[in-house]
C-alpha cells in the first residue's frame, strides 16, 4: 500500500513540473546576469524532484568576478549516479555530483558559469536549491574594463570590491568611464566621498581617492590595490560605472625620463634611460670629451628611476688642450726654466674663477679643473728636475704654483666639482696637498738661507685663499710653534735630537695650511638628489709639516709629540666618533687615505681638538661614525680580509667532512642531527660571506644583487646562532633535566629555521633600503644594532648562563657519588658532557663576545688591533674547530670507525686462515683442518674480537 502512494505521489509531482526544464541541448539556457540568485532543480517546493529532466543554467556576470557558489540544499538520488549536477566555468573547473552535501558547501568559479541537471531514475529526493553571488576580488595583470557590481543597475548597498592590479615593474592607468545610463560622475568638491580609492604600495602616492576623469591624475607605478565601496551614499550621487583599466610594462626596468638639466649652466639635454643604466652625450658646446649621466632605481619616483648628477668629469675646453700641449713642448726641452714660468702663470690664468665671475672668459668645466690638477703635477716633475735654478725665477715658480693650486681648491670651485665623480675630486684634492708640500720642500732645498728667509716672509703677502704657506726656523733649544686662525702646530726641540745642518745653522720647517680640502672631501654626500650618509667627513684644516733640510733623521716615532691644534668647522662633543689622523700618501682609495697611526686624541671641548703624533705629514681631524673598524690601516684590513678569506674556505670544507662522516658512518640520534644543522648553517653563512666579500667591492653591482645577498647572509647569519642556542638548550636538557624527554628535534627546526625568516622579513620591509653598508653589500650600522645585536647577545647571555649551571651540575654530582665505583660509568658521562659544553659553547657562540670588544674598544691601538684579530681568526675558522671538537675527537664517531675497521679486518682474517688451511689440506691429504680451526688459539682470537666489537657497540 505504501508503494503505491510513493509511485502515484512521483506521478503527481511529474505532471505538475513537467516542462520547466523540458529543454534540448540545442535550445537556449536560462541566463543569470544578476550579481546575486538562486538556482533550483525543478519541483524543489514539492521536496521531489521529476524523472527524465535536462536543465541548463548560465550565470553571466563580468570577467573581472568571481562566482561565489553556496549550496542551501542538495539532495540528488545517489544510487548509480544516473541523477547529477554538473557545474563548468571558463577556466575549466568541473564539478559533477549526486548523493548529498553538507549544508553551506561552497564554490568559487571564473564566469561564465554553466550548470547542468540531468534526472533519470525514480526516487523520493529533493534536489537542489544554490544561491550564487558576485565577488569583486581579483588579480589583474593586463588591460580590462572593471564593472562594477549591478551595473549598470543601481548598485547594491554594503559591497566591497578589491582588485590588485599590476606588478612592481608596471605601470598603472585608471581612467573613469561617465555612465550613460545614470549619469553621475563624481567631481573634486565631493573627493572624500568618492567610492573609489587606490592604495600604492609606492610611499609617493599611498591611498588616494579617485575624483576626475583625466587618466593623467591617475597614473600609477608598481602594484596598486583598487577598491570600490558601494554603500547607500554612492547609490544617490557617486556612482561612476565602468573603470578602464591600462596596465603598462616599463621596458624592461624603471626609467628616468628625459629632462634637460641647468647644472651649470650645460643645458644638456638627456635621454629616457633605463634604470641602472647610463646615458652618454657629447660635452656642451666648445668643450671637448663625453658627459655621463647615471639613472638609478629609485622606489619612490614616479618612474621608478632617478637620475644622478650629470658627471662632466671628461669634460674641458679646447683652451686646456692647448695648455696640455705646451706643457708636454716645454718638458722636453732642457733649457726650459722661463718656459715653465710662462705655462704654469697661463694655467693659473686659466684656472682663475674670479675671472670666470667677472665674464672675462667662458665658465669652467669639472674636466678643466681636473686636468689642470694633473699638468700642475707634470710641471712640478718638469721644475724639480732642473739641475740650476736662479733663485729670483725659484720664487717666482714658487708662488705662481702656490696660486694655482689655489685656484684649483677654491670653494666656489665646489659648484664645478659637484658635476664630476666623487673618487677623482677626492685624489685631485689629495694630490693638491701632497704636490704643494713636495714641489715646495725641494724647490726650498734649492735656495740658500737668505733666499729662505726672503721668501718666508713674501709668502705671508702672497694673497692665497685657501692655503697658507710659511717656512720658520729652529731657535736655539726652544720649540717651534706656527700658529693660524683656525690652530696651531707645535714642534718640540728633539725632534731634530739639537742636530745641525749642513750649513751649521739651525733646521727650517716648511709649514703649511689647507683651509677649505674638507669642503672637496665632502662633495660625495651630494652626489645625487638625495642626501646619502657620509660616514667618514674632514671637519678641520689640514696642516702640514716637514723640515727642509735633510739632517739624517727618520721623522718618525719622536720621544715628544708634535701637537696639533684644530678648530672644528662645527661645533662636536661627543669624542667617541673625533679621530686624530694622517694622510696616507700611498693610498690606492679614498676609504684608506685618512690614517690613525701614531695620532691620538689628547684632549677636546665643542670647538677645539689637540692631537697628539709622532711623525710629520699632513694632519686633520675626522669624524669617524662607524669608529674602530674603519680606522684600521691598509696593511691591517688586508691582512684581516685573508685571514676571513682563509678561515671561511677551511671553515666550508670542514663542515661538509663533518657531514660526509656522519652520514657515512649512520649516525643518528638527536645530538649529532643538531650538529648537523649547525654545519649547514656555518657552511651557507661562510658561502654567503665569500660571495658578499667580492660583489660588494664591485661599483658595479647592481643593487638587486648587493640587496639579495645582504638578505640571504642576515637569514644565515641569524640561522646560525638560533643553532648555537638550540646547542645549548639541548645541553641543558641532557645534563640538567632529570625526567626523561622526548625528541625536541621538529620544534628545533621550525624555530631555528623559522624565526630568521620572520626577523628578515620584517627588517626588510622596514629597512630595505639600507642593506648595503658603504662597499659591503651588507647591513647598515644602524640596522644592525636593532635586528642584529639583539640576537647574538641573546644567544650569548643565554648560552653563558647554561655553561654556569652545567659546571654547578657537574660539582654537585661529584659532591653526591658515594660508590665511586657505580658512580664511575655516570661521573665519566659527566665530564664527558661537561668537556663537550666547554669546547661547543665557546667555540659557537661565546667567542662572538669579542666582536663587542673588537667594536667599541677605547683603549689601545694594538689592544684594538690584538682583539680584532683574536675574533676574525676564532670565528672564522668556526667551521674548522667544529670538525676537530666534534668530528674527529667525537667518540661516537671513533667508535663507529673501529667498529666497521675491526670488522672488516676480522673478515679479512678469516679469509686468510681459510686460504691457508686449504694450503695445508692440499699439500697434506691427511691434515685435519676442522682440528685447526677448534684450537683454543683460534677461539681466544675470536673472543678478543667479539669484546672489541661489543666494546665499541656500547661506546
Not at 835 to 840: C, F, N, R, V
Amino acid at each position: 500500500m505504501v508503494w503505491i502512494l510513493r509511485i502515484t505521489l512521483v506521478l503527481l509531482t511529474t505532471s505538475q513540473v513537467q516542462g520547466l526544464c523540458d529543454l534540448n541541448v540545442d535550445s537556449q539556457p536560462i541566463k543569470h546576469s544578476n550579481w546575486i540568485g538562486t538556482i533550483e532543480s525543478p519541483g524543489y517546493t514539492s521536496n521531489i524532484y521529476p524523472d527524465n529532466q535536462d536543465c541548463y543554467w548560465t550565470v553571466q556576470l563580468p570577467s573581472t568576478t568571481k562566482v561565489k557558489i553556496t549550496f542551501e540544499t542538495f539532495d540528488i538520488n545517489q544510487g548509480k549516479c544516473e541523477d547529477f549536477l554538473q557545474i563548468n566555468d571558463s577556466s575549466g573547473f568541473f564539478f559533477s555530483k549526486c548523493g548529498s552535501l553538507e549544508s553551506n558547501f561552497q564554490l568559487i568559479y571564473d564566469p561564465p558559469v554553466k550548470i547542468y541537471f540531468h534526472s533519470d531514475e525514480s526516487g523520493t529526493s529533493r534536489g537542489f536549491k544554490l544561491r550564487y553571488e558576485g565577488v569583486c576580488d581579483d588579480e589583474i595583470h593586463s588591460n580590462v574594463t572593471l564593472v562594477p557590481p549591478y551595473h549598470p543597475q543601481m548598485p547594491p548597498t554594503d559591497v566591497t570590491c578589491v582588485w590588485k592590479l599590476g606588478h612592481p615593474k608596471q605601470v598603472i592607468v585608471v581612467k573613469l568611464v561617465a555612465d550613460v545610463v545614470i549619469n553621475v560622475t563624481p567631481s573634486p568638491s565631493t573627493c572624500g566621498l568618492s567610492p573609489l580609492k587606490v592604495i600604492s604600495n609606492a610611499r609617493t602616492h599611498g591611498e588616494k581617492n579617485l575624483c576626475t576623469m583625466t587618466s593623467d591624475d591617475n597614473i600609477f607605478v608598481g602594484n596598486v590595490t583598487l577598491m570600490c565601496s558601494l554603500n547607500a551614499k554612492s547609490k544617490q550621487d557617486l556612482w561612476i560605472g565602468k573603470i578602464e583599466v591600462y596596465i603598462l610594462d616599463i621596458t624592461p626596468d624603471a626609467v628616468c625620463k628625459e629632462e634637460k638639466d641647468n647644472f651649470m649652466g650645460s643645458q644638456m639635454t638627456w635621454f629616457t634611460t633605463i634604470a641602472d643604466k647610463v646615458d652618454e652625450q657629447q660635452c656642451p658646446y666648445n668643450t671637448e670629451g663625453r658627459a655621463k649621466r647615471h639613472c638609478i632605481a629609485e622606489r619612490d619616483s614616479p618612474t621608478g628611476g632617478l637620475w644622478t648628477r650629470p658627471d662632466l668629469s671628461h669634460c674641458s675646453h679646447v683652451e686646456m688642450r692647448d695648455i696640455a700641449q705646451q706643457i708636454m713642448s716645454v718638458i722636453s726641452k732642457s733649457d726650459n726654466q722661463q718656459n715653465i714660468v710662462d705655462v704654469i702663470n697661463r694655467l693659473r690664468t686659466f684656472t682663475s674663477l674670479d675671472a670666470v665671475e667677472s665674464q672675462e672668459t667662458f665658465p669652467l668645466y669639472p674636466g678643466d679643473l681636473l686636468e689642470a690638477a694633473k699638468q700642475l703635477t707634470l710641471i712640478k716633475d718638469a721644475a724639480l728636475n732642473t739641475r740650476a735654478i736662479h733663485s729670483n725665477l725659484a720664487v717666482k715658480l714658487i708662488e705662481l704654483f702656490i696660486k694655482t693650486e689655489d685656484n684649483i681648491l677654491d670653494p666656489k670651485a665646489l659648484d664645478i666639482l659637484q658635476n664630476a665623480q666623487s673618487k677623482l675630486v677626492e685624489s685631485m684634492v689629495s694630490e693638491a696637498v701632497i704636490s704643494t708640500e713636495d714641489f715646495l720642500v725641494k724647490m726650498f732645498r734649492k735656495l740658500n738661507s737668505t733666499s729662505l728667509e726672503e721668501l718666508g716672509r713674501s709668502l705671508l703677502s702672497l694673497g692665497a685663499r685657501n692655503i697658507d704657506i710659511n717656512v720658520k726656523q729652529f731657535n736655539s733649544n726652544l720649540n717651534l710653534l706656527h700658529t693660524t686662525g683656525s690652530g696651531s702646530l707645535l714642534l718640540p726641540f728633539s725632534t731634530f735630537q739639537g742636530r745641525k745642518t749642513a750649513r751649521g745653522d739651525w733646521p727650517y720647517v716648511y709649514l703649511a695650511r689647507f683651509s677649505s680640502v674638507h669642503r672637496h672631501y665632502a662633495l660625495k654626500e651630494s652626489r645625487y638628489h638625495k642626501v646619502p650618509e657620509t660616514p667618514r667627513l674632514i671637519i678641520s684644516d689640514v696642516f702640514s709639516a716637514e723640515f727642509i733640510d735633510d739632517i739624517g733623521l727618520a721623522m718618525e716615532n719622536f720621544v715628544d709629540p708634535v701637537i696639533i691644534t684644530f678648530l672644528l668647522k662645527e661645533n662636536f662633543n661627543d669624542s667617541k666618533y673625533i679621530r686624530c689622523v694622517f694622510m696616507n700618501r700611498s693610498a690606492k682609495s679614498a676609504e684608506y687615505r685618512w690614517l690613525t697611526s701614531g695620532c691620538h686624541l689628547k684632549s677636546h671641548n665643542t670647538t677645539h681638538v689637540v692631537c697628539h703624533c709622532n711623525h710629520l705629514t699632513s694632519f686633520a681631524v675626522l669624524m669617524d661614525i662607524y669608529q674602530s673598524q674603519d680606522s684600521l690601516a691598509e696593511v691591517h684590513e688586508q691582512v684581516l680580509s685573508h685571514i676571513s678569506y682563509v678561515g671561511s674556505g677551511l671553515s666550508v670544507v670542514s663542515c661538509l667532512a663533518f657531514i660526509i662522516v656522519i652520514q657515512w658512518f649512520r649516525i643518528a640520534n638527536d645530538k649529532v642531527r643538531i650538529h648537523q644543522q649547525l654545519a649547514v648553517s656555518v657552511i651557507v653563512t661562510q658561502i654567503l660571506f665569500l660571495i658578499m666579500s667580492q660583489i660588494g667591492t664591485h661599483l658595479g653591482t647592481p643593487f638587486w644583487a648587493c640587496y639579495s645577498i645582504a638578505g640571504l647572509l642576515h637569514y644565515a647569519v641569524i640561522a646560525m646562532f638560533c643553532w648555537m642556542l638550540v646547542e645549548g638548550f639541548h645541553l641543558y636538557v641532557k645534563l640538567v633535566w632529570v625526567f626523561k624527554v622526548g625528541s625536541y628535534l621538529k620544534k628545533y627546526l621550525a624555530v631555528s629555521w623559522g624565526f630568521p625568516l620572520v626577523v628578515i622579513v620584517i627588517s626588510m620591509s622596514v629597512y630595505g633600503n639600507q642593506y648595503k653598508h658603504n662597499k659591503l653589500c651588507w647591513l647598515h650600522h644602524d640596522v644592525t644594532l636593532i635586528c642584529l645585536v639583539p640576537v647574538v647577545s641573546f644567544v650569548i647571555l643565554m648560552n653563558s648562563v647554561i655553561l654556569i649551571i652545567v659546571l654547578c651540575v657537574m660539582i654537585k654530582s661529584k659532591n653526591n657519588l658515594k660508590d665511586k665505583k657505580q658512580g664511575l660509568k655516570k661521573m665519566s658521562n659527566i665530564k664527558l658532557s661537561l668537556k663537550a659544553s666547554l669546547i661547543l659553547l665557546p667555540l659557537l657562540g661565546l667567542t662572538w663576545v669579542l666582536g663587542f670588544f673588537a667594536v667599541g674598544s677605547n683603549g689601545s691601538e694594538m689592544m684594538m688591533y690584538i682583539v680584532t684579530y683574536m675574533f676574525t681568526a676564532v670565528n672564522s675558522c668556526q667551521g674548522l674547530l667544529f670538525f676537530i671538537f666534534h668530528g674527529l675527537l667525537n667518540l661516537e664517531i671513533q667508535a663507529a670507525f673501529k667498529r666497521r675497521y675491526i670488522k672488516k679486518k676480522s673478515e679479512s682474517m678469516n679469509e686468510s686462515t681459510e686460504s691457508r688451511m686449504r694450503k695445508l689440506s692440499f699439500i697434506d691429504p691427511d691434515y685435519d683442518s676442522t682440528r685447526n680451526r677448534n684450537s683454543p688459539t683460534f677461539n681466544m682470537h675470536s673472543l678478543q674480537a667479539t669484546q672489541v666489537i661489543e666494546c665499541n657497540t656500547v661506546d
